[in-house]
């Protein structure tokens, strides 16, 4: 297939950007440039590769050229500073994955850790930890903090530790809503906080202190903070990592409701196998920050 450096790059700026014209700006080019580019790739792959709506999303083969696109640009940049032909380091543009649990704890410190001389700008792609994997595909991200172990897409895998989580709820809740402990009867009938619909994480929890297979009144709080204000004031229970319990202005405003059943969530760094002294940096930085934070592997 003939396809040049030019159009995978703009392939990626059409689907990061989110419109042609977007694209354009970014790329100093004219929006029909950008279209042009986008067809002319399209008729070489005799495939639709974005959907023209607002945002633009890849679609199956976009996804996958869209992942060529990230790792030939890198490597195009890479190359031509190692060889002298650029006078200033290109901004390194990384789409990472992340659980929204790591983000609020510990990932951004590890960000932080990035050499300057990197120049790295980073594009995060939120979801649960069970779920991140799937971003590779969907949104062609180049490294991902995920539950899965197994290599995804031809990636390298590193055990990074593992997240504690304990199930908590403020005390006047607890003890409403859990007057003789946690019980099957009073799991079905009290409130729980879920992270969103992806998140199984509190019914596998009942599942495995009750045996029983339990639908109970569900909140949906898709942010990591609120989701622990949620529990906070009372909405419900919930599970939440020990990293974020302990940084709780007021820890004492929830209590553990079974201290002797700790739910470990493994966690792993998934990285395209791409030859980038920004990516080797960011994963350097990930599995320092991941050894001082996380528990352990294994």
Known sequence: MDMSLDQLRTLAAVIDEGTFDAAATLLGVTPSAVSQRVKALETTVGRVLVTRTRPVRPTGPGGILLRLARTATRAAEDAALE????????????????????????????????????????????????????????????????????????????????????????????????PDGLTAARLARAPVVVFNRKDTMQHRFIADLTGEMLTPPTHYVPSAADFARAIHLGLGWGLIPDLQYAALPSPSGLVPLVPDRPVDVPLYWQVWPLDSPPLRALSTAVQAAAATALRPPG
Do not use: K
């Open 83 to 178: 060889l002298g032909f650029a006078t200033d380091s290109p901004v390194a543009r990384l789409p990472i994955a992340v659980n929204a649990d790591s983000l609020a704890t510990w990932f951004l410190p590890a960000l932080a850790r990035m050499p300057a001389r990197h120049r790295a700008v980073f594009d995060l792609h939120i979801d649960d930890q069970d779920r991140t994997d799937e971003l590779f595909t969907s949104e062609s991200v180049l490294a991902a903090v995920t539950s899965v172990g197994r290599p995804v897409a031809g990636c390298s895998v590193v055990p990074l530790g593992s997240m504690r989580y304990a199930a908590v709820a403020a005390p006047d809740f607890a003890a409403a809503a859990f």
